[in-house]
C-alpha cells in the first residue's frame, strides 16, 4: 500500500478545504420601519448605505408599505417598495409582517406573495437561527405564535446563536420592570435566545434580562414623531433617529450595533 501517496491526497484535500471553507463570521442588517407617515428618501438612504457594507443578508421588522388599510392600495404600494429595493436585490432580504403590512385576509395573501414567506417562520444562517412572528394584528403574540416558537426552537436547540424577530414590542413595560413572567421570556430563557428583535414604535431601544437581549430597531425612514408620547412607563426618547441595526457573528458571540444616518446630510455613524 502506497501510504505517502494517500497523505499526499488527503494534504491537497485538507488545503483545498481550507481555501474554500465557509467563514464563520458573518453580518446582517436589521431595517427599521420604512413607514408610518414616511419621511421621503431616508428609507432610500439606508438601504444605499446598508449596500455599501455588504451584509450577508438583510432583515426588516416590518412596516415595509404604508398600506393605510387599504386593500384596493396594496399592488400600488408594494410596487414603490419594490422598485427602492430592487436595486439591492443582490443581499437577501427577509420581512417581518407589521400592522402597516397585514391588517385582512387579502393584504396576507399579498404578503405572502411578496414576501416569498408565510407570516411566521424561520431560516438558519450558519451557526445563527431567526425565527420570525407574526403580530402585526395584535398587540402580543397569540397562543398559535407562542407553539409556533416553542417547536421551532426545540427542534434548532443545536444553533449557537438565536434570534426572534416581530414587530410589536409588547413585552417593553415587562422587560423595563425587569419582569420574566411571560411565555416569550420563558422560551427564550429555556433555548438560549439571546435576541428578541421588535420596531413599530419608531425609536431605538434595548434592555437585557436574563441574558436576553430585548432590542427596538427603531426608524427606517417612518416619522420620527409616531407613537410617541408621555408617561412613566415611556423609555427615554434618545432612540428618535433615523438608522438601522449591524449584527456580527463571530465563532464565540453576536454583537448587535444601533447605527444612526444622517438622512440629510447623507452621514452614517
Sequence with gaps: MNFPRKIRFIAIAAAFLARHAVPADFDFAILGDRTGNAAPGVYEQITKEIGAHRPDFVINVGDSIEGERNDDALDTHWGE???????????????????HDIWSAESERI????????????????????????NSRSEGLAADQIA???????????????????????????????NGNFPLHRLAKKY?????VSGHAHEFDRSEYDQVQYV????????LSHGTGDGPLRPKLDGLYFGYAWVHVSDTAARLDFRRVDAQSGRGK
Design 81 to 99: 417598495f419594490q422598485k427602492i429595493w430592487k436595486r439591492y436585490k443582490h443581499y437577501p432580504l427577509y420581512f417581518t409582517a407589521g400592522n
Design 192 to 196: 438560549g435566545a439571546g435576541f428578541v
Design 148 to 178: 409556533f416558537l416553542e417547536s421551532d426552537l426545540a427542534a434548532h436547540s443545536g444553533q449557537q446563536f438565536k434570534f426572534i424577530f416581530f414587530h410589536r414590542p409588547f413585552w417593553l413595560v415587562a422587560v423595563k420592570f425587569q
Design 216 to 223: 427596538m430597531v427603531g426608524s427606517s425612514g417612518g416619522s
Design 111 to 134: 404578503w405572502r406573495r411578496e414576501s416569498g414567506h408565510p407570516p411566521q417562520y424561520s431560516f438558519d444562517f450558519r451557526s445563527a437561527h431567526i425565527t420570525v412572528l407574526d
